[in-house]
């Protein structure tokens, strides 16, 4: 049977979404209940099976009654990237492919595409040419992966071999965090059995940045195997800690610097944004993001490592059946997974259609988007933006009050123009606004902060009114 139609008919109704994305709300007004509903929740396993097409069809009709316009240009919670056509289209090709990319054996289109995307990563973040390169999950694998590396390292200088005997009886590691780690690093951590009670936390400054006397001071507290991790871009401020003065603190102490840099590392492929990451190249592991500001779609994290020997070390399994080449890159290698998809398509397509140029300006945009954003809500009296906008992220605060600011994020949300969250930011209810996607036009930013000053003004109005029948 020919599987062209079915695959035209996802085709169209993929386009039919692209075309109506933006007259719907961004995030959909629907209850869990009514989604399940129309899931069919409750129901028993169909005894028989239902055409394709009609299933995809049906398919179709209740997610998008649930989907979030992630990919459209006005999506600015978390930090979610949006997801260049060219990209949606490569991902489309690998599943269409299915290739099984964990060894050379199984595809080596994968493993080649791997290795040329690898090569171009290195050189568009400027990170040491012979790093190794593994395609994870999220970032958050990527922090696994490259935790996992260092505790190799570390423990293997000081005498112990971590894979093969494990931590029971290990030299203790010493792990120092800033305080404003990212939560998957706790979660490596926990995965990784080193746990997180006894994490030396590195105090930090006003925009969550480490501050480098203080991790001075902590590392003088170690002796033996330690472990140091930074952040590049902090999901809150976009801030980065000081990376010149880490790695110099960290080569010092004969430690390991492991970066978290999700979205930060970006800013090595822009002259403007350099500056924030300097110092970068001189870490022994970086964790990102193709999810994020690549805009590939789901899923797609990176794992890079100037140790290659450790990396691969922590990762390898071998087993008599695996027909592993010599020569030829076995993608399951730099990675916690075994089969897997070809994460190398959609990478090497994003950055072949983008080129340098392309990446940079799609990097820079984001945070002239972002700064214009901070500049028209600056201009109302009841905000004020609580970080200095280094990248594309901005944290604001209305009227200086949790309740306040708490009833306009929801307030925002309700309407539909753009979403985004809220957080807290040291100790104070705050919105946040992350900028990641190479769609948004300064019309989308000019509409969403109308949207958010319309918000907050109706909120006002409505508490003055309370106010007044009180
Ligand atoms: C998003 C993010 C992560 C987690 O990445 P995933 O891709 O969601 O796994 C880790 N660290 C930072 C700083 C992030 O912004």
Not at 288 to 303: A, E, F, Q, R, S
Not at 374 to 392: F, G, M, T, W, Y
Request: aromatic share 8%; charged share 20%.
């Amino acid at each position: 049977m020919s599987c062209t139609p079915l695959l035209n008919q996802a085709v169209e109704i993929a386009s039919a979404y692209f075309e109506r994305r933006d007259s719907f709300p961004v995030f959909p007004h629907i209850t869990p209940e009514q989604l399940r509903q129309a899931f069919g929740a409750g129901r028993p396993v169909p005894e028989r099976g239902q055409a394709a097409e009609q299933v995809i069809a049906e398919l179709a009709r209740t997610a998008e009654l649930g989907l979030v316009a992630h990919t459209g240009p006005r999506y600015f919670g978390f930090v979610i990237g949006g997801s260049l056509p060219v990209a949606t289209a490569a991902d489309w090709l690998t599943s269409a492919w299915d290739q099984n990319s964990g060894l050379y054996a199984t595809s080596p289109a994968a493993s080649v595409v791997e290795e040329v995307a690898a090569a171009w990563l290195l050189e568009l973040l400027d990170l040491p040419r012979n790093a190794s390169v593994g395609f994870v999950t999220g970032c958050g694998m990527a922090n696994f992966t490259g935790l996992a590396a260092a505790r190799h390292y570390v423990l293997r200088k000081a005498g112990w071999d971590v894979e093969l005997d494990g931590l029971n009886g290990a030299p203790r590691i010493n792990i120092i965090l800033g305080e404003e780690a990212h939560v998957t690093v706790h979660t490596a951590l926990r995965m990784l059995g080193l746990g997180t009670r006894a994490v030396k936390n590195v105090p930090t400054d006003e925009q969550g940045r480490m501050v480098p006397s203080e991790l001075v001071k902590v590392l003088k507290t170690c002796s033996g195997p330690t472990i140091v991790c930074a952040q590049a871009g902090n999901v809150n401020t976009g801030s980065f800690d000081p990376l010149e003065d880490i790695t110099a603190a960290t080569r010092e102490a004969g430690a390991w610097l492991h970066v978290d840099a999700a979205f930060g590392l970006w800013a090595a492929v822009s002259d403007e944004l350099r500056h924030l990451v300097a110092g970068v190249e001189h870490a022994d592991s970086w964790a990102t993001d193709g999810h994020k500001w690549l805009n590939v779609p789901y899923d797609c994290g990176l794992i890079i490592c100037a140790h290659p020997e450790a990396h691969r070390a922590a990762m390898t399994v071998t087993a008599a059946y695996l027909v592993q080449s010599d020569k030829e890159r076995d993608p399951f290698e730099w990675t916690p997974e075994f089969s897997r998809r070809g994460r190398g398509f959609t990478v090497y397509a994003a950055i072949k259609h983008l080129g340098r140029s392309g990446v940079r300006d799609m990097v820079e945009r984001c945070c002239v988007r972002a700064r214009q954003m901070a500049d028209l809500l600056r201009k109302h009296p009841s905000v004020e933006i609580l970080n200095d906008v280094v990248l594309n992220q901005v944290l604001v605060r209305f009227k200086n009050s949790d309740d306040f600011t708490r009833t306009v994020i929801k307030r925002v949300q309700q309407d539909g123009t753009c979403w985004l969250g809220g957080t807290t930011w040291h100790n104070m209810a705050a919105m946040r606004i992350s900028i990641s996607n190479w769609a948004t036009t300064e019309k989308d930013i000019q509409l969403s902060a109308q949207a958010i000053l319309r918000a907050a003004s109706t909120v006002a109005a409505g508490s003055r009114m309370a106010a007044s029948v009180l």
